[in-house]
């Protein structure tokens, strides 16, 4: 009787151990955003992308320059200062006859890839850039590389 009780309860547990179990998978998405604060009255909201991307593994914060093509001048010698804290000093010089500059320190916003930065409150100019290692690429109004002969002359350099 003690064997048949003893190998009873064997059985049920070897039965219990050979059950298909169930495992459930849970996808868990987290957003995560950084507020960028200072001088400035307004809140940026700037993404913080997972994975490598140009805002978490470059080293972007400096100064670029470059000369771009200009319809109506000789070009156009710009200075761009990324600074860590999200702002940016621009000085924009139109080459020619009649030399104008144009200055403006402001915030900027990374895009939700972290590969692209929009230069904020800037008028009449795209004020987008692409970064890359140790260089940017001038970006046109909707965002995208410029293409064609001239393509190369839309990178500013590092300093």
Same mark, same amino acid.
């Given at each position: 009787m003690k064997?048949?009780?003893?190998?009873?309860?064997?059985?049920?547990?070897?039965?219990?151990?050979?059950? =298909?179990?169930e495992? #459930?998978?849970? %996808?868990?998405?987290?957003?995560?955003t #950084?507020t960028v604060?200072?001088?400035?009255p307004?809140?940026?909201?700037m993404?913080?992308p #997972?994975?490598?991307n140009?805002?978490n593994?470059l080293? @972007?914060?400096?100064t670029?320059i470059g000369?771009?093509p200009?319809?109506d001048?000789?070009?156009?010698?710009?200075?761009?200062?990324?600074n860590?804290?999200?702002?940016?000093?621009? #000085?924009?010089t139109?080459l020619?006859?009649?030399? =104008?500059?144009?200055e403006?320190?402001?915030?900027f916003? @990374?895009d %939700?890839?972290?590969?692209m930065?929009?230069?904020?409150?800037?008028?009449?100019?795209?004020?987008?850039? *692409?970064?890359g290692?140790?260089?940017? @690429?001038?970006?046109?109004?909707?965002?995208? &590389?410029?293409?064609?002969?001239?393509?190369?002359r839309?990178i500013? &350099?590092? *300093?």
């Amino acid at each position: 009787m003690k064997k048949s009780t003893i190998l009873s309860a064997f059985l049920l547990l070897a039965l219990y151990s050979c059950q =298909k179990q169930e495992s #459930k998978t849970v %996808e868990i998405t987290e957003e995560v955003t #950084k507020t960028v604060t200072d001088e400035f009255p307004e809140t940026i909201e700037m993404p913080v992308p #997972k994975g490598d991307n140009s805002m978490n593994a470059l080293d @972007w914060n400096g100064t670029y320059i470059g000369t771009i093509p200009c319809a109506d001048c000789e070009g156009i010698e710009i200075e761009l200062t990324l600074n860590l804290d999200g702002k940016y000093k621009y #000085k924009a010089t139109y080459l020619g006859e009649e030399e =104008k500059v144009f200055e403006i320190e402001a915030p900027f916003q @990374w895009d %939700e890839t972290g590969s692209m930065i929009t230069l904020l409150e800037m008028e009449d100019a795209p004020g987008k850039y *692409q970064v890359g290692e140790n260089q940017l @690429w001038h970006l046109d109004m909707n965002g995208k &590389r410029i293409e064609g002969d001239l393509a190369d002359r839309y990178i500013l &350099r590092k *300093q």
